[in-house]
């Protein structure tokens, strides 16, 4: 049987758990707070970030890090990506020396530019053949509430691929092995940001084409972005790409998709961020989406804009101006 621990009680890590019990793995959550993982064990709810959802009693929580890895052959990252640095150098120290590291985790790391991958690895040195990524049209509410899913399980180990596969294959979830970390993990991040653009068009009260618009070229600056960094083409056609970047950006589900929605509709991020305690990726790695576009010469515009949003230096309404007035081009260029 799997020993998997989930670091992070969130809505994804705590429906990634609800997966992993479902595939047949015995799974310790680690939560930030006592009170929640007493709830947890206690009720089998988590009733802050998925209220109503019964949890496998085999799901147990704890605060203590050292007691969450024990013996741990998964160790499952699932924090906000600004915090992984911080949050794994502590647990470190606990994590079993020959366990798989696997990155929930859909976001780019501020002032380095680093893919989540990149992050495990500095700070656990812990190498290739033990790190992958989970990512794909994979929204924690529909997970918890079993509906069907499909997702990729990406690591440059295909052992490894085959490993965590097999520790999450549910009734219910149903992952494919690809070998292109890079390209996984820039989907999953850039999507975010899309998202947000998206979100942004449906608050200025825009309809489906301006929705699709933004979407195919959104896939189309996240392709260009992986092509220099090396990704594969075909991983931005699959779940992690255009499936992930479909499921957020149409679903009112994607906190990334509401969060565009209110800058659409004039809300400043101070205020939008006041009224959620859930995190949405897309506002912090714009930035460093961007950052690591310019560090290897890639035009990104939609992500340009909506970071110019973000840091409210663009209103909603001139970022659609600006997009729509950018010189006419061929549809394929920059490859
Ligand atoms: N929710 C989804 O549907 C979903 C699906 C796929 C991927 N993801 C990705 O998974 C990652 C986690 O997202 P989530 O949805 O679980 O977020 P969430 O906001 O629901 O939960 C985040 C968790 O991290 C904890 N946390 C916040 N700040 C922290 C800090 N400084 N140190 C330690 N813990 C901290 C919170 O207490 C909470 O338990 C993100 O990168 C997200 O993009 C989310
Ligand atoms: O709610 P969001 O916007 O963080 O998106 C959730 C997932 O990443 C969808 O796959």
Same mark, same amino acid.
């Given at each position: 049987? =799997?020993?998997? #621990? %989930?670091?992070?009680?969130?809505?994804?890590? =705590?429906?990634?758990? +609800?997966?992993?019990?479902?595939?047949?793995?015995?799974? *310790?959550?680690?939560?930030?707070?006592? /009170?929640?993982? !007493?709830?947890?064990?206690? =009720?089998?709810?988590?009733?802050?970030? +998925?209220?109503?959802? !019964? $949890?496998?009693?085999?799901?147990?929580? #704890?605060?203590?890090?050292?007691e969450a890895a024990h013996r741990a052959d +998964? &160790? &499952? $990252?699932a924090v906000p990506s600004q915090s992984l640095r911080a949050n794994l150098a502590e647990w470190a120290p606990v994590l079993p020396p020959s366990s798989a590291l696997v990155s929930l985790m859909k976001g780019v790391e501020l002032g380095t530019a680093k893919r989540m991958s990149e992050v495990i690895d500095d700070v656990t040195?812990?190498?290739?053949?033990?790190?992958?990524?989970?990512?794909?049209?994979?929204?924690?509410? !529909?997970?918890?509430?079993?509906?069907p899913a499909a997702s990729v399980v990406a690591a440059e180990s295909e052992e490894l691929a085959q490993q965590i596969q097999r520790a999450c294959h549910s009734p219910h979830f149903r992952p494919y092995t690809n070998h292109d970390l890079v390209g996984a993990e820039l989907?999953?991040? %850039?999507?975010?940001?899309?998202?947000?653009? @998206?979100?942004?068009?449906?608050?200025?009260?825009?309809?489906?084409?301006?929705?699709?618009? @933004?979407?195919t070229r959104g896939l189309a600056e996240t392709a260009r972005l992986g092509a220099a960094l090396g990704a594969d083409a075909y991983t931005f056609s699959g779940l992690a790409g255009l499936g992930d970047l479909v499921a957020t950006c149409m679903s009112p589900l994607s906190r990334n998709r509401s969060f565009g929605e209110k800058l659409g509709r004039g809300m400043t991020v101070a205020e939008i961020v006041a009224g959620t305690r859930q995190v949405a990726e897309g506002v912090?790695?714009? /930035?460093?989406i961007l950052d690591l576009a310019?560090?290897?010469? @890639?035009?990104?515009?939609?992500? /340009?804009?909506? =970071?110019? %949003? @973000?840091?409210? !230096?663009? *209103?909603p309404a001139a970022m659609l101006g600006s997009l729509l007035s950018r010189s006419a081009k061929p549809e394929r260029h920059g490859h």
């Open positions: 049987m =799997t020993r998997a #621990t %989930v670091f992070g009680a969130g809505s994804w890590g =705590t429906a990634f758990a +609800l997966v992993l019990a479902d595939a047949g793995a015995d799974v *310790t959550m680690w939560g930030r707070r006592p /009170e929640l993982c !007493e709830a947890i064990n206690d =009720t089998h709810v988590n009733p802050d970030y +998925l209220p109503g959802v !019964e $949890l496998p009693p085999v799901i147990r929580a #704890t605060h203590d890090p050292a +998964l &160790v &499952v $990252l040195d812990a190498g290739p053949k033990r790190i992958a990524a989970v990512s794909g049209p994979n929204l924690a509410g !529909e997970i918890a509430q079993r509906q989907g999953g991040a %850039v999507k975010n940001v899309i998202a947000l653009g @998206v979100g942004i068009a449906v608050g200025l009260g825009f309809g489906d084409n301006a929705r699709a618009s @933004v979407i912090k790695s714009c /930035e460093s310019g560090r290897h010469g @890639v035009d990104m515009p939609i992500v /340009e804009h909506v =970071t110019g %949003v @973000v840091r409210g !230096e663009l *209103t």
